[in-house]
């Protein structure tokens, strides 16, 4: 251990623990705090950092299971998130970028998911949290919160390649032609159940992946497998948000 | 390689890569996109391998991968097509199916006795007495064995991918190319697949003008259009190998298995060339003329030195042609019609000056003293099958066959399109294709080359109509505008038999008769009892020649006789093609690690990891297990519960679900408190368990089984799409992590990390329900007492897990807090007579059965198994499930499922049972008559090794009946 | 591998579903007799023809009805439940008891 790590940031730190942090130190991961959270900043030092960027562009995985994220169920869901200044979307399966820059995703016509974007512009899911349960707590007015935060963990699969390495995953087509941005499906990816949200960073294809969370590490070894033809790697926070910053 | 021609013969080979390999520990030579076989064809070795069943010499038979003739071993796989596998340098080939070397095969002394092995010969000859055939059966197995599995192998890495098209073309000959050409407009993405190394099909090979120059011309042509198409993919080298519902069609290329989904689906597979049946028509030597053909034109083999063409149709004069182009001597071409209607190309043939023979027949091939063809005695045909007595013997080592062809049919058959016999072409015709399934080229009986593309066009416009890409008027279709190539029936049979109808099985015309009159009469039984199409060539050459023997030995049509299920896959496939990167995914608790540094021996419950026990290396698994439990029961354990599901029912008609779907009644329910939720189906059975806490008026939080959660979740979505009633019903299973910290000491630990609770016996009762935070985590607090101490279920969100798990051990280390697995809290609810769902129940278990009933509403109007429970209850019980001790030290313990006897009779078994360190004896659950069910009788049950236990029926619980611990 | 239409998800492949049994109304519990609820229970119609089915679509738990010719096995149409059931009007009484 060399005096640098003593400033690294554990990811023990905070109580809420992605379930792969172990497999994120064993790849030299480098941790950020955000809020009360810890998550990935990168897997190098600072001087690679491009290197990373250039995975993420081509094929990376990032896991982002300790970022904000919400749900919402019932029929009048979709009128309060109306009234709580988002847009909601008419067709179920899509998704769309508010203007607070968060992601609103229309599962049906009464079940909604909300995730944070990854500059942190927003602080729509904590918000929405409160207010959720200040209003809704009797549950008598038809609005639901759902435990997104922890009952799906949340991955990207970023760059050119991903779609191909999906098609070794998933049986929907999901070819930039077939899959456009904001277009979500719930299907089996690897045998496990998931949302698969098609949301670009900038220029970079970006696919999120919201899966039981109890899954995670099968999940993150089989993509991990799946990426290695296209010489895929984890990726971290920091490559992704340069991908949202670049023009 | 004596037998090599010069260019432009040979289109596959690279002469510029000369490659070396071995065959039978021969060095060969050959070049660099040469086959095994045409690489030994080129050095005069004709003999490739040895028969299944009479250890006959073979040779090339199709060069097209078809048959079983070329099957060879390699030091890692057997079974290797040699007319398909290209050499490497330094492989290593060898024959296999045989006894001493490939040339001396003492196994072949088996055919001198050929007639007295009759079909079914060994089953019938051994099956009696009983317990023979187990004997018999290794080495007859050996002598019919086929190549040597290397069990050292490591397998290859295979894998599968999904693809999509609009359309799929498969078989990439003239009529595939023009369809995906056809068919490529617009947007639309097309698939071409071949199994070949390169496109062409025919147009490689095949002559189609008396010149023999127009196919190359067009195939040039189609590659370049091919080529410049961006929406055509091709695969090549790639084999489809079946067809499956909805155009899903599995395509295997190197180790990787596709999943191409089409929206159409255009088979072009082309047909395969048929033998004609006649005396030694086996022999090395005897080949289809596209074998010849294709051995002159892909590889630059000429095949033979003096040839004889036994042809029914107008292409075997072509092959005539094609060989004398390429040096061969034409012996004669014995032509089975009488009168036949030339074309251009068998004009010129004839007016080359060759020897042609009408209305005569090959009737035998001989081989003098060597392992090949030597001559053929042809012979003048009266009838139909029927030769003069006397013949002419002409020499030749090479006999090419051109009596016509089979439809590729399977996967037409597959997709369920019928299967017909057109008499006047004597030939197989597929019908009734499904509405996304199309046909071109010869496939559809269509031989002539303007023809085929002409056809191949109207079905692409067809396809691109229905996609809405086009809206083009449509040609009518094509019928074949010149005669078809079949021979009605090219098969001759021979008073001393070895007319071939099925080389892989070593099937004679008289198998095939004899099978009928042993009463095989369907073509189905025909195939299960001759084993006429079960080898690896799967009846590609025999289900023509098998069909029209089986239809006039039974006097019936060959339409009506049929042929049988062309399964898939179409060709054989390697294990690892369907095994290889399959997904079973599991399912971790976000202690799981914390579990293994603890060093837990972790057992697999569906899909979740689970700790059996935490394992201590000074200790017998036993002793640990035991020491959990004692620790429980004495102290404080922790054990982890997250894989328990977890449903959350809000709104406000949440209770009165519940009270339909649960036994109990829950209108009532206070809140802040938990109740027991028994689960029966409609047949009153019972499924699942758990608790229902309330935490609000509209609010209810209800546990199930590990196993049973996504179960219990789809069937309350499934009621509630039925009863519509108001409540949001969300599987939060994964959501929440769960401990169950249980023991006298669990209130001291919580205690110290939970001060927003007042955790009192008064405060906070037994089957309470509070929210509060553990060590800062935001917690859900059950009282709920499953191994019947005071206890506490605490569900924290799914990623503070660990957390919480760090934080209970750290507190409760004072207190020598120990965890504890699942077989420690098998015993501590079995002495606590709970019962576990699927274990203590079977798919017959109804409430009273199980001494439930005290969890069954009486009151209430419904509940999802109400009717047939109060039906059940009319009748008398049949068994019940009781509690059992066993006194007796030294009896073995009995396990799950051993039986219950009386008077020699099974009466019941038992459904849990284990050595209880509390009380220091065997306890147990059994089912058992209701008139041995009360307390103090006394059961016998059938242990371990047979012995006689006798158990004593006991009230449960066994531990604490009175229940105080856990309502300390 | 089959497809099937989910009124949700659209076209996905037979893989992603569950099936759910044969669609039929439930009788009155309080009012059949005992061997028309023994049919209910256990017996299936198993009819050679058009008939109604239940099926969820696993990843999103979404059960809805298809329509499928069990002769030819095209499904012709697929449907949600609540083209055949109705919300009922629940009287919330009793009120839950309060804690003693």
């Not at chain 1, 949302?195 to 919201?210: A, E, M, S, V, W």
């Not at chain 2, 504890?820 to 278990?845: C, P, Y």
């Not at chain 2, 409430?847 to 059940?872: C, Y």
Request: aromatic share 8%; proline share 5%.
């Amino acid at each position: 251990m060399t005096n640098e790590d003593i400033n690294v940031i554990a990811p023990t730190l905070a109580t809420r623990r992605s379930p792969l942090y172990r497999r994120h130190l064993q790849y030299q991961a480098r941790f950020t705090q955000v809020g009360d959270n810890v998550v990935v900043d990168s897997y190098c030092n600072e001087t690679s950092i491009n290197d990373e960027i250039d995975v993420a562009e081509s094929m990376g995985l990032c896991d982002l299971s300790t970022l904000d994220r919400i749900g919402f169920k019932g029929i009048n869901a979709p009128k309060w998130l109306d009234s709580e200044k988002f847009h909601v979307p008419v067709l179920a399966n899509t998704a769309e970028k508010q203007v607070s820059q968060s992601l609103l995703i229309k599962l049906s016509a009464h079940e909604i998911l909300v995730l944070s974007d990854l500059l942190f512009h927003s602080k729509d899911v904590k918000r929405l949290y409160q207010n959720a349960v200040e209003n809704h707590q009797n549950y008598d007015q038809q609005v639901y919160t759902l435990p997104r935060n922890d009952s799906h963990c949340w991955l990207a699969v970023t760059g050119t390649n991903a779609s191909k390495m999906f098609s070794k995953l998933c049986a929907v087509d999901l070819r930039s032609h077939k899959f456009a941005q904001g277009a979500v499906a719930q299907t089996s990816l690897a045998k496990t159940n998931a949302i698969i949200i098609r949301h670009d960073l900038n220029k970079t294809p970006c696919f999120y992946i919201l899966s039981d969370i109890s899954g995670l590490e099968f999940l993150w070894d089989c993509l991990l497998d799946a990426m290695s033809e296209f010489n895929g790697a984890p990726v971290g926070l920091s490559a992704l948000q340069t991908l949202v910053s670049s023009k | 390689m004596k037998s090599r021609l010069p260019a432009p013969y040979g289109r596959l080979i690279n002469r510029q890569k000369p490659i070396q390999f071995t065959f039978e520990n021969r060095t060969i030579c050959g070049f660099s996109g040469d086959t095994i076989a045409s690489a030994l064809m080129a050095n005069q070795q004709y003999l490739l391998s040895r028969s299944f069943k009479y250890h006959r010499p073979r040779g090339v038979l199709t060069m097209a991968g078809q048959d079983a003739n070329t099957l060879v071993q390699l030091p890692s796989s057997p079974n290797v097509l040699a007319d398909k596998q290209v050499i490497e340098d330094g492989m290593q080939v060898t024959g296999q199916n045989y006894s001493g070397s490939l040339m001396r095969d003492w196994g072949a002394l088996l055919g001198v006795f050929s007639r007295f092995l009759p079909v079914g010969f060994y089953y019938k000859a051994f099956f009696k007495p009983r317990g023979m055939w187990e004997k018999w059966a290794p080495l007859i197995r050996k002598k019919a064995g086929l190549g040597v599995i290397d069990q050292a192998l490591k397998p290859a890495y295979h894998d599968k991918q999904y693809k999509f098209f609009d359309v799929v073309v498969i078989g990439g000959g003239p009529a595939g190319m023009q369809a995906a050409l056809s068919a490529a407009v617009g947007t639309t993405e097309v698939l071409l697949v071949d199994e070949n190394s390169s496109l062409g099909g025919a147009l490689n090979y095949s002559r189609f003008d008396s010149d023999g120059l127009y196919a190359s011309d067009l195939l040039q042509k189609l590659l370049n259009d091919i080529a410049a198409n961006p929406n055509i993919t091709v695969m090549t080298d790639a084999v489809c190998n079946g067809w499956f519902a909805d155009n899903w069609l599995p395509i295997i290329k190197g180790n990787r298995l596709f999943k191409v989904r089409a929206i159409h689906t255009i088979l072009c597979t082309g047909a395969l060339e048929q033998p004609a049946l006649f005396h030694n028509n086996d022999l090395p030597g005897v080949m289809m003329s596209s074998a010849a053909q294709r051995l002159l034109h892909l590889y630059g083999v000429k095949p033979g030195s003096k040839a004889v063409i036994l042809t029914g149709n107008n292409e075997g004069y072509g092959t005539a042609l094609d060989l004398q182009d390429a040096g061969v001597t034409i012996q004669a071409i014995i032509d089975l019609r009488k009168n036949p209607d030339y074309d251009d190309i068998a004009k010129s043939a004839v007016k080359k000056g060759m020897r042609i023979e009408t209305g005569k027949a090959v009737y035998a091939a001989k081989r003098k003293g060597s392992m090949h063809i030597t001559s053929v005695e042809v012979r003048k045909l009266i009838s139909q099958g029927i030769c003069s007595d006397h013949g002419e013997i002409i020499a030749c080592d090479l006999l090419c066959m051109s009596v016509g062809y089979t439809p590729a049919y399977q996967l037409a058959c597959q997709a369920g399109a019928q299967l017909s016999y057109d008499d006047a072409s004597a030939m197989f015709t597929i019908t009734n294709c499904p509405d996304n399934l199309h046909l071109a080229g010869s496939v559809n009986s269509l031989w002539a080359l303007k023809d085929v593309l002409c056809e191949a066009t109207n079905v692409a416009h067809k396809v691109t109509n229905k996609l809405g890409v086009t809206d083009l008027v449509l040609e009518s279709p094509i019928s074949s505008s010149i005669p078809s190539p079949n021979h009605p029936w090219p098969i001759f049979a021979h008073p001393e038999g070895k007319e071939f109808v099925d080389y892989d099985e070593d099937l004679t015309i008289a198998d095939i008769i004899n099978a009928t009159g042993d009463g095989y009469e369907h073509i189905q039984l025909v195939k299960r009892y001759s084993t006429c199409g079960m080898g690896p060539s799967q009846g590609r050459h025999s289900a023509l020649a098998a069909a029209r023997i089986v239809a006039a030995a039974t006097n019936r049509t060959v339409a009506d006789t049929g042929v049988t299920t062309a399964r898939p896959p179409f060709s054989a496939e390697q294990l690892g093609q369907s095994a290889g990167r399959s997904f079973y995914p599991v399912r971790r608790t976000n202690m799981h690690y914390r579990h293994l540094e603890a060093g837990a021996q972790m057992l697999q419950a569906g899909a979740w990891y689970r700790p059996a026990f935490y394992a201590d290396k000074n200790l017998s698994t036993q002793d640990c297990i035991n020491n959990e439990v004692a620790n429980v029961r004495s102290n404080v354990g922790l054990v982890d519960v997250s894989t328990l599901g977890g449903l959350e029912l809000r709104g406000p008609d949440a209770g009165e679900f519940l009270n339909r779907f649960y036994t109990f009644g829950f209108i009532k329910q206070p809140v802040g408190r938990a109740r027991y939720a028994l689960l029966t189906n409609e047949a009153g059975v019972v499924i699942d368990d758990g608790v229902a806490c309330r935490f609000n008026e509209n609010h209810f939080y209800v546990t199930a089984t590990t196993g049973g959660a996504d179960g219990v979740y789809q069937s309350m979505l499934k009621w509630n799409a039925q009863w519509q009633l108001n409540v949001d019903i969300a599987n939060v299973t994964s959501a929440y992590c769960g401990v169950n910290i249980a023991g006298p000491n669990a209130r001291k630990v919580l205690e110290k990390i939970c001060s927003d609770v007042d955790l009192s016996a008064h405060a906070f009762p037994y089957m309470g329900v509070r929210c509060g935070l553990v060590a800062t985590i935001p917690a859900r607090l059950l009282r709920v007492g499953f191994v019947g101490e005071l206890g506490y279920e605490i569900h924290v969100p799914q990623q503070y897990g660990e957390a919480l798990w760090d934080a209970l051990l750290d507190a409760g280390e004072e207190y020598l807090l120990k965890p504890f697995g699942i077989e420690a809290q098998r015993i501590l609810r079995l002495e606590k007579g709970h019962i576990i769902v699927g274990q203590d129940t079977d798919a017959m278990s109804n409430p009273n059965e199980v001494q439930m009933s005290w969890a069954v509403s009486r009151q209430k109007p419904f509940f999802v198994g109400s009717r047939t429970i109060s039906e059940l209850e009319k009748q008398p019980a049949i068994r019940t499930l009781v509690g059992f001790m066993i006194d007796d030290k030294s009896a073995p313990i009995p396990q799950e499922s051993h039986l219950v006897l009386s008077k020699n009779q099974m009466v019941g078994r038992v459904t849990s049972c284990c050595y209880s360190p509390t009380l220091d004896k065997a306890i147990g659950l059994a089912y058992v008559p209701p008139d041995t069910a009360s307390e103090g009788d006394t059961i016998i049950i059938k242990s371990t090794n047979g012995a006689l236990v006798a158990a004593i029926v006991t009230k449960v619980p066994f531990y604490d009946p009175d229940a105080k611990r856990q309502e300390l | 591998m089959k497809l099937l239409s989910c009124p949700l998800n659209g076209l996905r492949n037979i893989s992603e579903f569950t099936y759910g049994g044969e669609y039929h109304p439930t009788p009155d519990h309080r009012t059949t007799s005992s061997r028309d609820w023994a049919e209910h229970v256990f017996f299936h119609d198993n009819t050679a023809g058009i008939v109604i089915e239940w099926w969820c679509h696993t990843p999103s738990s979404f059960w809805f009805l298809a329509e499928r010719n069990t002769l030819t096995d095209e499904v012709v149409r697929t449907f949600t439940p609540d083209e055949l059931y109705t919300k009922p009007t629940i009287q919330h009484e009793p009120k839950p008891e309060t804690t003693p």
